[in-house]
């Protein structure tokens, strides 16, 4: 695609022994944007995330990060490009033995020789762009999801990444939650001039922030477009996951023997 | 069942329990590895002996008080039998400093502090947190397990040496105070009886490695566990039962090797 890529997938095929997670998915990134990969629980997102962070190799297909391809392989050239970037987990992923300060500073301390006022500075100011510099001293237990959720959010920007990838940002958030998280994404992707890489299935606040979104299903990638463009599409796959139609190409039932088989019933 | 398919699952079995050692013994190597890199961050390793040590202390200094209790009584009823009542001191120093205070200790570390090491390791992975760390390009075996091991293998010979002291004056008690042997007696036969380096130096040489057997199996279990509830479960109890039979196999092999033939 354009020349300002800042991760391209190509042609990427990944699964666990008999099971095809992705197949030959190609996707691009471009600089400074918000993308959104939308798809149904187990659909393969999260993987995606995975393979850009090397935590796992595709097993056709390559990879590349601002031009460099990604090698799960080659852990010092894989340390350096994670340095580069910030992931946001599920759950936050907060290191539950540290207080919220603490886990900010983590990234700091263990990849800079910061003096301690600068740390603290650091950490109040990234503290402070996500509403919780208040809160910097309680421990973890003592937050609330959200709240967690948003601290994660700190410690990924705490070194200021190109890239940020968001898993899943809006599960299991109440609605005001929800809000701030998704403003938060958008306006760190515009001050910061990252690039960021949304995997989610909320698709209205996806949808609010993003700037093109990948649709997934079954391992491929079935549609791509602006918000605009997927909402006006005619495509029964896109229309059925952007209206949470129970039933339509992504079937209700889970494959199974014919019914009156299972009951003991005749035709 | 036929005897190819029995073949075949004693196959698959075998191949699975070679690929496990293989894989452990892999994972032994990263961890040595990652020790300098733990050393240079000194003040989480100090952290550990500290935290580790804490754990057991009270269960070692209450185990190896009431191991020297009894080891005065029994020691007592056996010599006097023989008119040797006088030589308790030296047989209750040399049980505990050569086989009961690494053993013993060995054994209760496992239960105490490898439990809680496993299920600590077991639920960051399950909460993501090494993977956070992972992808924050900072490597978990050097920042969370290096200092972990490193504090196992520092904090077992401590505890073990504080559980036989311990029990030396749990002996003293019984054998001292309510049995009424002579003090000095006591004492002057276990000064002339115990050799600095080859019985509490080899006792330190045993906990050590029980140190790096416990320590080891605690991280790898929790390192490896799968990042559920059960599987964090599973990977405790396999903590305890593999970090036993390993002390105890490991002592006989040592025993064998430092105390067989009699000088």
Known sequence: MSSDAFIQIDQVTFGYDQRVILSEVSVTFPRGKVVAIMGGSG????????????????????????????????????????????????????????????????????????????????????????????????????????????????????????????????????????????????????????????????????????????????????????????????????????????????????????????????? | MKPADALSILGVRALRTLRGLGHSAYF????????????????????????????????????GLAVGFVLGLQGYYTLSRYGAAESLGLLVALSLVRELGPVVTGLLFAGRAGTSLTAEIGLMKAGEQLAAMEMMAIDPKQRVLAPRFIGGLVAMPLLAAMFSAVGIFGGYIVGVQMIGIDPGQFWSQMQNGVDVFDDVGNGMVKSAVFGVACTFVALYQGFEAEATPEGVAQATTRTVVISSLAVLLLDFVLTAVMFSTPR
């Open chain 2, 28 to 63: 032994f190597g990263e961890l040595l590895r990652s020790v300098p890199a733990a050393l240079r961050r000194f003040h989480l390793v100090v952290a550990q002996i500290h935290a580790i040590g804490n754990y057991s202390l009270i269960i070692i200094v209450a185990s």
């Open chain 1, 43 to 267: 659909c393969g997102k999260t993987t995606l995330l995975r393979l850009i962070g090397g935590m796992i190799s595709p097993q056709k297909g390559s990879i590349t990060f601002d031009g460099e391809v990604v090698n799960a392989r080659n852990k010092e050239r894989l340390y350096a490009l994670r340095r580069r970037l910030g992931m946001l987990f599920q759950f936050g992923a907060l290191f539950t033995d540290l207080t919220v300060f603490e886990n900010v500073a983590f990234p700091l301390r263990e990849h800079t020789d910061l003096p301690e006022s600068m740390i603290r500075d650091i950490v109040l100011l990234k503290l402070h762009a996500v509403g919780l510099r208040g809160a910097a001293q309680l421990r973890i237990a003592e937050v609330s999801g959200g709240m967690a959720r948003r601290i994660a959010l700190a410690r990924a920007i705490a070194l200021d990444p190109e890239l940020i990838m968001y898993d899943e940002p809006f599960a299991g958030l109440d609605p005001i939650s929800m809000g701030v998280t998704a403003n938060l994404i958008r306006r760190l992707n515009d001050a910061t001039g990252a690039t960021s890489l949304i995997v989610s299935h909320d698709v209205r606040e996806c949808f609010l922030i993003c700037d093109h979104a990948y649709l997934i299903s079954a391992g491929r990638i079935v549609a791509h477009g602006t918000p605009k463009e997927l909402q006006s599409s005619d495509d029964p796959d896109v229309r059925q996951f952007i209206r949470g139609e129970p039933d339509g190409p992504v079937p209700f039932h889970y494959p199974a023997r014919p019914i009156a088989e299972d009951f003991g019933l005749r035709a």
